[in-house]
T-cell receptor
Framework: EAQVTQNPRYLITVTGKKLTVTCSQNMNHEYMSWYRQDPGLGLRQIYYSMNVEVTDKGDVPEGYKVSRKEKRNFPLILESPSPNQTSLYFC???????????????FGEGSRLTVL | RKEVEQDPGPFNVPEGATVAFNCTYSNSASQSFFWYRQDCRKEPKLLMSVYSSGNEDGRFTAQLNRASQYISLLIRDSKLSDSATYLCVGYGGATNKLIFGTGTLLAVQP
């Protein structure tokens, strides 16, 4: 089954304690991206990757890091989480072949993060 | 002004009604548009892609008006199960980025 898998789905942590949210896709997609979703602000892109070892900042990259060592995995790292990073996070992937295919995203189920 | 703007709603409609949402975009270089559906606390899922003037899939019709820079989504014969948030997404332009609207909430009442 084609899917994007995120872990953990729910996490409560404290300020400053490093954490990683994993994301894996089994569709051989080149493009992967992380979003956060907050009430009234919609989905905002954090980081994205066009392929292995190629990553770029999105609209709200501050406080986050990513890596793309393998095509299927795109972990999101919060080195020193702060309360303003409390949010719902989505990982997504897409094939880049064909017109506009990068817009046809497959999303993971989301990771709800609370930073106390 | 946001690049992609939607009326947040909520749109409260009775079952069987026809409802239309509009989405306006400011980047005339946007090449493609998409409508995603998102249920409460769930991930967005692609509903329709719009590459040219429009697209139709059963009860759902999307239309693109490049001159006026808006995309519409029409839902006919609304079902209770259509209740969700509908996200408008633009793609393309110089940065080849996806820009999400903040979503329109639809509540279909029995």
């Amino acid at each position: 089954e084609a899917q994007v898998t995120q872990n953990p789905r729910y996490l409560i942590t404290v300020t400053g304690k490093k954490l990683t949210v994993t994301c894996s896709q089994n569709m051989n997609h080149e493009y992967m991206s992380w979003y956060r979703q907050d009430p009234g602000l919609g989905l905002r892109q954090i980081y994205y990757s066009m392929n292995v070892e190629v990553t770029d900042k999105g609209d709200v990259p501050e406080g986050y890091k990513v890596s793309r060592k393998e095509k299927r995995n795109f972990p999101l790292i919060l080195e020193s989480p702060s309360p303003n990073q409390t949010s719902l996070y989505f990982c997504a992937s897409s094939s880049l072949s064909g017109q506009g295919k990068a817009g046809e995203l497959f999303f993971g189920e989301g990771s709800r993060l609370t930073v106390l | 002004r946001k690049e992609v703007e939607q009326d947040p709603g909520p749109f409260n409609v009775p079952e069987g009604a026809t409802v239309a949402f509009n989405c306006t975009y400011s980047n005339s270089a946007s090449q493609s548009f998409f409508w995603y559906r998102q249920d409460c606390r769930k991930e967005p899922k692609l509903l329709m892609s719009v590459y040219s003037s429009g697209n139709e899939d059963g009860r759902f019709t999307a239309q693109l008006n490049r001159a006026s820079q808006y995309i519409s989504l029409l839902i006919r014969d609304s079902k209770l199960s259509d209740s969700a948030t509908y996200l408008c997404v633009g793609y393309g332009g110089a940065t080849n980025k996806l820009i999400f609207g903040t979503g329109t909430l639809l509540a279909v009442q029995p």
